[in-house]
């Protein structure tokens, strides 16, 4: 901060004594340092001495234990306190330090007058804090990613603020070609609320805007209390279009900015923050222009130098046909040469392969195979027929035996052969009694017949029916 000090003053050439000031001069300069030192202030204390005169404007003084203060608060910012306050309140207030220069009274001239400790309208933005926050408004996943840069720009503010001619300073300033949407609302009193809630709908139904800036400029707490709002917080935490909240100094904060996409310090920070600097973009092209123009020359230097070389050995196209003439010549000579060589290597391989294939020829191998084949035919037949007499002579000897062998032979001696009922052959007459009925098989034919007697010659006893 500028602090300046009562000016020095020579003294005239004919009066040795330094210049005095006048007592508007030094409650002028004392006026310029106080304001110049101390910009706002903070001041808690006892009201005393309060007065409301007919012009609307309040005088009073802070105190503490030791010391008191003047104070004044004009009526543009009384109006807007809510709650008149009384004397032996403890209050805070917010203000410029001054001095009244007519009297030569220090004194704060007061913007925002509150309830010492938590006020009624900071308990109110803190339990609205709190409610939003546990309905996760404030979450830092639910808000929305900026464009980068935006095509289109919608600012919802008063049409009249120093907020919407920061904005656009800016914006031309950065970026002029970005396009701008202004949806007016009133900003401060009664009606801002609802007007701020209708701006931001009236923007998402236009569909124009990619990133929307909802702000004001500076104020007390009681001029930006609309963006504390519930309705207001809801419809920006509802809003489709990315938010950018701008509302007030650096120093206030709203619930505004803890539900929108981003929170910047001052209208004209959001515009900083959201927009593309040209000039940023400009010197990077230069940058690249002035790297591709440097690269360009090394390449075109690299490239002289190697044509240079290439120059300095590129040599005579005659002389290197000549010489590739020459080259080719020889070859066709060395070709023909070994072409012959190889033709006279297969004529003699061809010869011996000739001479091979007479002594190996196919006609004198079938002739000796035909010889051997009816040799071998003959010689089959031989021991087939060897064969078969032998075999045949076997058979007759095994036929003879058995014949010899044979029940019929032996049933052609005059032996037979008796069974039972049941086929079984009887070989003893114990099997038998009176009455049964065998079958008899002889030579040729066989009988049945029935038991009438049966002699048991082993014993000598006679069975005979009755």
């Known amino acids: 901060m500028n602090q300046s000090g009562p000016r020095a003053h020579m003294p005239s050439l004919g009066d040795p004594r330094p210049r005095a000031l006048s ?115 404030f979450d830092t996943a639910r808000k929305k990613p900026i464009p980068d840069p935006p095509r289109h720009i919608g600012v919802v503010t008063s049409p009249t603020g120093a907020a919407i001619h920061d904005i656009l300073t800016v914006l031309a300033r950065r970026c002029p070609a970005i396009p701008v949407t202004l949806y007016p609302t009133a900003v401060q009193g009664n009606e801002a609320t609802s007007d701020i809630v209708r701006a931001i709908e009236r923007a998402q139904a236009h569909g124009k805007a990619d990133v929307l800036i909802v702000g004001r400029g500076g104020g007390s707490l009681e001029d930006l209390w609309c963006f504390n709002e519930e309705a207001v917080a809801r419809a920006i ?33 959001a515009a900083e923050k959201i927009s593309p600097d040209q000039s940023h973009w400009l010197r990077q092209i230069r940058e690249q222009e002035l790297r591709l123009a440097n690269a360009a020359r090394r390449t075109l230097k690299r490239l002289e130098t190697q044509l240079g070389h290439l120059g300095a050995r590129l040599r005579d196209p005659r002389r290197t046909l000549q010489e590739k003439a020459q ?43 035909e010889q051997a084949l009816g040799y071998a035919a003959n010689t089959l037949m031989n ?20 014949h010899v062998v044979s029940p019929l032979a032996t049933l052609g001696r005059g032996y037979s052969i008796s069974r039972d009922t049941h086929g079984h052959i009887l070989r003893d007459t114990t099997l038998l009694s009176p009455g049964y009925t065998v079958t008899t098989r002889l030579a040729r034919g066989s009988f049945s017949a029935t038991v009438t007697r049966i002699d048991d010659q082993e014993n000598g006893t006679t069975a005979q029916e009755d």
């Not at 935490?237 to 001052?266: K, M, Q, Y």
């Not at 000579?333 to 190996?360: F, G, N, S, Y």
């Not at 060897?386 to 076997?394: A, G, P, T, V």
């Open 327 to 369: 080259r080719l010549d020889e070859l066709e000579v060395r070709l023909a040469k070994t072409a012959l060589q190889r033709l006279e290597q297969k004529k003699i391989r061809i010869t011996h392969l000739d001479q091979r294939l007479a002594m190996q020829s196919p006609v004198r191998q079938l002739a000796n195979s």
């Open 23 to 137: 007592v508007s001069e030094l409650n002028h300069q004392a006026r310029h340092l106080l304001e110049s030192s101390f910009m706002q202030v903070w001041v808690e204390g006892e009201l005393s001495g309060f007065s409301r005169p007919s012009s609307g404007h309040w005088y009073f003084s802070l105190k503490d234990a030791r010391c008191q203060i003047r104070c004044a608060m004009f009526r543009g910012f009384n109006q807007r306190i809510r709650t008149i306050p009384k004397e032996g309140d403890q209050v805070r207030i917010r203000g410029k330090v001054t001095l009244y220069e007519n009297r030569g009274d220090f004194q704060i001239i007061v913007e925002h007058i509150e309830p010492a400790g938590l006020g009624a309208l900071q308990q109110a933005f803190e339990q609205l804090k709190a409610k939003l926050q546990a309905e996760g408004l």
């Open 237 to 269: 935490a509802n809003c489709t279009i990315p938010t950018v909240s701008a509302v007030g100094h650096e120093v206030d904060v709203t619930i505004a900015d803890f539900v929108a996409d981003l929170r910047a310090p001052t209208p004209s920070a």
């Open 383 to 402: 021991i087939m027929r060897q064969q078969l007499e032998r075999h045949s002579n076997k058979l007759d000897h095994t036929a003879q035996t058995l």
